[in-house]
């Protein structure tokens, strides 16, 4: 049912409904652009000069006519009215989205309208429209694609650049959109961190010039910054009011976002892939084609961001989001290098016997002449350890499906240690400077995916690898460094600069190959933890492996902020052992297990090492969780306490599409002592109309006075629930369901 589902939109996006409008300069009707979703306008209009201008992005506005005449009493002659799409040249001086060196030297860009046309895909909730526009001089034509999402109130945006000139155009900024927006006062919230450390959220004031945020490192993008931002206007973000713009980079190489603050308050966002040491020589006849932009816009604060990204998330772009993710035990916390064969079947045992579903087999299965009994060798040699797991794969895959698991396993195919015979066969594959040394980082070499050979390769070793066994269903794909010393065998001097963008590409057509033969396959995108979650890899990968750090309380934040922009069924969500291996933080098992049940549940430790009672209480948790996780998945996020105010609570709840169910956590991390009184649930996203019953889960005894009693969604709405939470790391989850 599930999987028609999914065969039916992608059906009917790519062959229903698809109908075209043209229009040319020469139609006055063409001349307003008015894009619109169920509550959102993004207006542009075609002034008398030719220019696309931009006018309005947020709120719906159904007449857009007056934009057609409107006066911005501005200089005219001075190159400061908003274009839909920002070239460098003429008379216009703020950061460009388009920057190039024509076939004749020529620095200058003038982009004219030339006609737009417009598709209707998906039964109509997609709109796609396409604006021509050409150089005035010079024929450089630049395509930019505005897609509307009606439903999910979101709008994308990417461009194609066309060389139609006779010689190469040199391109130095290509970015996929720019965005002017005009509101009183602009508030960036933004995500930073570092390797276990990834996504905090920091919130600054956009003050008169230009802030950045971006990424060069190449391949692990996402640890310090991610390509993603929610932009609150007029007031500091808020969770459940006021304007905001969320927006996402669908990418996953370096990205630039810039925010510039204009003389006039105007602020410019461009967005897209970093023009840092990135100059592509286009050929004559060649089509660049950039990532999408992804922009929604709340009139609900952060919360109406979330959910609207969400929703665009699950029905477009997360790969097979219909697929209920399984539940897993991952070996490597549990075990490292460190196993043989019966280690792993006797986990794989009490994984069964806890009710999990799926096992996933880490990084130290492979390399014969270099076994992989540490992160030093072995890399790139992805034959079966015979010494360690004499019977191979096939042998563990059938074990675990003899149990009732699923299995998966780990593998990271662009990187190589330079202690392995990859690296001794295939020198010239490695991303190195021609009379440079090459840096290791984690004992480990880049592999050159700019180069069709390594591309074949690295399919062929997630080939090989599923055809060890027919049971094998997940794939963990990691790739645990960034570049460095760059410099690429197979590229020509000229085109050395290409690398990043090739390099991407590279990635993204193998990901198409692997998606071609394996349609159903679950592949994790992992990068030391989260340093590959962004909307590119999404697109083919089910879910990310959210951070390295599994500690309970970095993952309130870490998740907090993920879950920001990505949807929890994308969040590998893990209890661990304690004290923790990244932090040594002790928090209690019932913690551990309410904080990985608001993301896609597994755990990852050495079931061994649980006590009876643990494991008694694992049961039981993860019997709950099946029971919620449709929730957690499927349904609307509301946050109800955020763990940047403060007080050392954390609380978020989940909501059914049809208001019918609902599970919110809550998280006490701080002691709360006398004032644990303070904590006030409101649970904003019900239906006043119905009554809920309320049940504490993973406990035997509840800290709400109010469990297994029914409450109309009016008051659960306006006065909440006011459990009890009150020591370091007590937590509570509740269900609630409708009752008559
Ligand atoms: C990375 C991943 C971990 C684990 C190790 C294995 O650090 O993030 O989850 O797979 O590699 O080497």
């Not at 139609?164 to 961190?193: C, M, T, W």
């Not at 019977?391 to 009732?404: M, P, W």
């Not at 004032?675 to 019900?686: E, V």
Request: with cysteine; hydrophobic share 35%.
């Amino acid at each position: 049912m599930i999987k028609f589902k999914r065969f039916l939109r992608c059906f009917s996006l790519l062959f229903l409904f698809s109908q075209t409008i043209e229009a040319s300069a020469t139609d006055e009707r063409g001349q307003l652009i008015n894009l619109q979703t169920k509550d959102l306008s993004m207006i542009m209009a075609v002034g008398k000069d030719s220019v696309v201008y931009f006018h309005h992005f947020g709120r719906k506005i159904e007449d857009a006519s007056p934009y057609l005449n409107k006066q911005t009493y501005r200089r005219v002659d001075y190159g400061t009215d908003p274009h839909a799409y920002l070239a460098a040249g003429g008379s216009s001086y703020r950061e460009p989205a388009l920057r190039v060196t024509h076939s004749d030297g020529d620095l200058n860009t003038e982009l004219a309208y030339v006609g737009h046309q417009q598709e209707q895909l998906a039964g109509g909730n997609v709109v796609r429209t396409t604006i021509t526009m050409q150089d005035k001089k010079l024929p450089l034509v630049v395509e930019l694609v505005v897609t509307a999402y009606r439903q999910e109130n979101v709008f994308t945006q990417k461009v194609n650049i066309k060389n139609k000139e006779e010689q190469d155009v040199v391109l130095y900024n290509f970015y996929s959109s720019y965005l002017p927006i005009r509101a009183k006062k602009y508030y960036l919230n933004s995500f930073h961190g570092a390797w276990a450390q990834e996504m905090f959220m920091e919130e600054s004031l956009l003050n008169h010039g230009v802030k950045t945020i971006e990424n060069r490192m190449g391949v692990r993008t996402t640890h310090t910054e991610n390509p993603s931002f929610v932009l609150a206007l007029d007031m500091p973000l808020n969770e459940n009011a006021g304007d905001a713009i969320g927006g996402a980079l669908a990418w996953s190489g370096n990205y630039k976002l810039n925010f510039q603050v204009d003389e006039f308050d105007i602020l410019g966002i461009t967005a897209g892939i970093n023009p840092y040491a990135s100059e592509y020589r286009l050929a004559p006849g060649e089509t660049f084609h950039t990532p999408e932009m992804i922009y929604t816009y709340s009139t609900y604060g952060a919360g109406g961001v979330s959910r609207n990204l969400h929703d665009w998330a699950r029905r477009y772009q997360v790969y097979d989001a219909d697929t209920i993710r399984p539940t897993l035990l991952n070996s490597w916390e549990g075990a490292y290098f460190t196993f043989d064969e019966k280690t792993i079947t006797d986990m794989m045992g009490d994984a069964a016997d806890m009710g999990l579903e799926l096992f996933v087999l880490d990084d130290g299965w492979f390399g014969n002449k270099y076994p992989r009994n540490s992160s030093r060798q072995g890399l790139g040699d992805w034959q079966v350890t015979e010494e360690k797991l004499p019977h191979g794969i096939a042998y563990l895959a059938d074990y675990a499906v003899s149990k009732g698991l699923q299995f998966g396993i780990w593998i990271e195919p662009e990187m190589v240690n330079p202690k392995s015979e990859l690296a001794e066969k295939h020198p010239d594959w490695i991303v190195q400077a021609k009379g440079r040394p090459v840096p290791t980082t984690r004992n480990q070499w880049l592999l050159d995916m700019t180069n069709p050979e390594v591309q074949n390769f690295v399919f062929g070793v997630f080939d090989d690898v599923m055809r060890q066994s027919n049971n094998i269903s997940y794939i963990k794909w990691d790739a645990n460094r960034h570049v460095e010393s760059v410099g690429s065998a197979f590229l020509a001097a000229d085109r050395q600069s290409h690398f990043w963008i090739k390099y991407i590409q590279g990635l993204y057509s193998v990901y198409e190959r692997i998606r071609a033969k394996y349609p159903d396959v679950l592949v994790q995108a992992c990068s030391s933890g989260g340093g590959r979650v962004d909307y590119g890899a999404l697109k083919y990968h089910q879910e990310v492996w959210t951070s390295d750090n599994t500690d309970a309380r970095s993952r309130i934040f870490i998740q907090y902020g993920t879950n920001m922009i990505y949807p929890a069924l994308v969040t590998g969500s893990h209890v661990s052992a304690v004290p923790n291996h990244q932090t040594g933080n002790v928090t209690p098992l019932k913690f551990r297990f309410d904080l990985a049940m608001s993301g896609r549940f597994g755990m990852e430790l050495q079931p061994k090492d649980l006590s009876n009672e643990e494991k008694a209480f694992a049961r039981v948790a993860i019997e709950n969780y099946k029971g919620i996780r449709d929730i957690v998945m499927e349904g609307d996020l509301y946050r109800i306490i955020s763990p940047y105010e403060g007080k050392g609570l954390y609380a978020i709840m989940y909501v059914s599409k049809d208001k019918g169910r609902a599970v919110v956590f809550d998280y006490c991390f701080e002691y709360q002592g006398r004032t644990h009184n303070s904590q006030l649930l409101r649970l904003y996203g019900l239906d006043p109309s119905r009554q809920y019953r309320v049940s504490e889960l993973n406990v035997e005894k509840s800290v709400f006075w109010g469990n297994d009693k029914a409450f109309s969604g009016e008051y659960l709405i306006n006065e909440g629930i006011n459990p009890k939470l009150e020591k370091m790391y007590e937590s509570a989850i509740f269900l609630l369901e409708e009752v008559d």
